[in-house]
């Protein structure tokens, strides 16, 4: 599980960007930022640590009042999207209820991401657009089976089809992640995130940007975590 800081945002589209060198990269725009905390949870009182972050502008009359009071203990207006990010109780320590994140004082030029948000939807695709699976043969005896799937069990034993096994289905329009994004440039005037390579979701989606769990310094806060752990349990 990734347990790095991130904040809240929408994907805005592609385009490509101009390198000192010369050379021309692919990026996904993303417009993050900035997010309130409008909550803290701690191991001692939830039983978990996490920041809960809250991001986008929501007319106050569309807001239940349950949910208008929370934005109003943390001193917030109401927002259009809410999400909780699971982090260190070090990290938690450092942020206020009521205090806004921007791009700049959580990510850096050059350093690697994960993007989460819900991928394209594509409706009932068959095996060969969900799977990748290969055509039939489309010679002159084939009829009706240039895009079947094949057999998908046996005839006597066991006489049934096999949980788990790869058919036609809803493909898409569920949460998906990238990870080991490289940060190609920030904007932290207008809260700009340029990311090479492809990002989950279409235009003006949902996306939550996390310092990436496999670069150096996580992972080895992550096998220090593991190790103290470990040590604590055989005590």
Known sequence: MNRNLGLIGRKMGCTQLF?????????????????????????????????????????ERLVKRPVLGQYKKANAKPMKVVRELRVPEDVIAKYEVGQQLAVGDVFKKGE??????????????????????????AGHGTHEYFRHSGSIGQNMTPGRTYPGLRMPGHMGACRATTVG???????????LLMIRGSVPGHRNAI?????????????????TAKAAAASAKKK
């Not at 994004?181 to 809260?191: F, P």
């Not at 996306?207 to 096998?223: N, P, Q, T």
């Open 19 to 59: 390198l000192e060198g010369g050379d021309v990269v692919q990026v996904t725009v993303l417009e993050i930022g900035p997010c309130t905390v409008l909550a803290k949870r701690t191991q001692a009182k939830d039983g978990y640590s996490a920041l809960c972050l809250a991001w986008g502008d929501r007319l």
């Open 112 to 137: 690697l991401v994960d993007v989460t948000g819900t991928s394209k939807g594509r409706g009932f695709a068959g095996v060969i657009k969900r799977y990748r699976f290969n055509s039939f043969v």
């Open 181 to 191: 994004m490289r940060l190609a440039d920030i904007d932290a005037d207008q809260g």
């Open 207 to 223: 996306v939550v940007v996390r310092k990436s769990h496999r670069s150096g310094e996580a992972r080895k806060a992550i096998l």
